[in-house]
């Protein structure tokens, strides 16, 4: 099993910048995961942002974020991230973390994802 913790989220003024903060422990070596950032909005479906491989290898999921949101990671300290630039109102919502084994590819599709964490607020006022 893995457990997904995120952290980092709050209130930030559109324009602003907030960093998230991901750690995943249990039976699992961090640097075996690949990681992912979703986010979700009452309502509406879970919405994929982006995704780290093993090798570090990124992908944005949503044309809306390219040159804003930027993922990563640092295996030492068991920790991915989210650094989030230029927020804007319409990114309010609840940001998850997602992980998968190295043995199956990363994507887009929340459904290739086994492990979540239990989300973080990010609200931006405008």
């Known amino acids: 099993q893995v457990r997904v913790v995120e952290s980092g989220g709050g209130l930030v003024q559109s324009g602003g910048s907030l960093r998230l903060s991901c750690t995943a422990s249990?039976?699992?070596?961090?640097?075996?995961?690949?990681m992912a950032w979703f986010r979700q909005t009452p309502g509406k479906e879970r919405e994929a942002v982006t995704y780290?491989?093993?090798?570090?290898?990124?992908?944005i999921c949503a044309a809306s974020m390219r040159g804003r949101f930027t993922i990563s990671r640092d295996n030492a300290q068991n920790t991915l991230y989210l650094q989030m630039d230029n927020l804007k109102p319409e990114d309010t919502a609840t940001y998850y973390c997602?992980?998968?084994?190295?043995?199956?590819?990363?994507?887009?599709?929340?459904?290739?994802?086994?492990?979540w964490g239990q989300g973080t607020q990010v609200t931006v006022s405008s």
């Open positions: 997602a992980t998968t084994s190295r043995y199956r590819p990363p994507t887009c599709s929340s459904g290739d994802y086994p492990y």
């Open positions: 249990g039976d699992v070596t961090f640097g075996h995961l690949h």
């Open positions: 780290i491989t093993t090798r570090g290898a990124k992908t």
